[in-house]
């Protein structure tokens, strides 16, 4: 139920996302100048809380989504049941037209992810997985790969939206010593949620970054966790949806090598009191 509810309305999110992308897109800034939002992303948030109240009921589930975190909503995993949302994951993307825009929601009771959908706009890719019930993408499985020598993986990476030199910096230089193991590639689709589906279906092994969003990852979680793949800290510890780092990956052989040329930087936890972020 929960799970048609999702699919159903991130197909309503993607015809608004693909119908807006035909007209003159307004762009406006949020933390930093490359920051980007458009009103299509707060449109969207809206159709996407607006429609899973109607179903549920004011009050009944809590909502964390992008654009309601922007303006001041409270970003705080707690018990109950709550959907997390990136109405458009890849604004970059979708402001210039490269193609990998997904819309992302989640649903988590008592703090464990339930449910993740992942809707790839562009190339009209629905994935989606249920705890314990496999991972899909457009109706057939999908899982990871089994590839296990680092020097035969494809890894994806980003670099965020804080420009500041000393993290860019460790940025830059973690991709390199990555790319100098060797591996066969780095790569970058420019969304979170859509790198994770790639480690899912196993077109690469995979997907790290700090200073994503929880919006930007709990669909992606529970789709890389069903197909197979695991989830840990960029220190090697376990994953923490709120924590803003994350290493996604095929196996724990692929993750660890990955860890150890990983240099953290700090970032403020999402669930962070106003005064620390
Ligand atoms: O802000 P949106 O929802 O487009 O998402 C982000 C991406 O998902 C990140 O991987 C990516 O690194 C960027 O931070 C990007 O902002
Ligand atoms: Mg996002």
Redesign the pocket.
């Known amino acids: 139920m929960v799970g048609d509810l999702a699919e159903k309305t991130s197909v309503r999110a993607v015809l608004e996302i693909r119908k807006a992308g035909e007209s003159e897109i307004r762009v406006m800034t949020?933390s930093s100048t490359v920051?980007?939002?458009t009103k299509t992303?707060e449109r969207v948030e809206k159709i996407i809380i607006g429609s899973l109240i109607k179903e549920f009921g004011e009050g009944t589930h809590c909502f964390i989504g992008?654009e309601s975190v922007a303006k001041g909503e409270p970003c705080i995993l707690t018990d109950k049941p709550t959907w997390i949302i990136?109405?458009?994951?890849?604004?970059?993307?979708?402001v210039h037209g490269f193609p990998f825009?997904?819309v992302?929601i989640a649903f988590a009771v008592k703090k464990q992810l339930e449910f993740g959908v992942v809707y790839s706009c562009l190339e009209d890719k629905m994935y989606k997985a249920r705890r314990g019930k496999g991972a899909f993408c457009n109706d057939e499985p999908i899982q990871v790969s089994d590839v296990k020598d680092i020097n035969k993986s494809i890894i994806i990476s980003?670099?965020?939206?804080?420009r500041s030199p000393e993290k860019v910096k460790k940025i830059f230089s973690t991709m390199q010593k990555i790319l100098c193991i060797p591996v066969h590639g780095l790569r970058?689709?420019?969304?979170?949620?859509?790198?994770m589906c790639l480690v899912a279906t196993g077109a690469v092994e995979a997907f790290f970054?700090i200073?994503?969003?929880c919006?930007?990852?709990a669909a992606g979680a529970v789709i890389v966790q069903e197909a197979g793949g695991i989830l840990l800290d960029v220190d090697g510890g376990p994953f923490d949806l709120m924590s803003r780092r994350m290493v996604s990956a095929n196996n724990d052989v692929i993750a660890k090598r990955i860890i150890k040329e990983i240099e953290i930087f700090p970032a403020a936890r999402d669930d962070a009191t106003p005064e620390k972020k």
């Open positions: 949020k920051d980007l939002v992303d992008e990136d109405p458009v994951d890849g604004t970059t993307n979708f825009v997904a992302s980003e670099h965020g939206t804080d970058g689709s420019g969304t979170a949620a859509t790198n970054e200073g994503i969003h919006w930007d990852i």
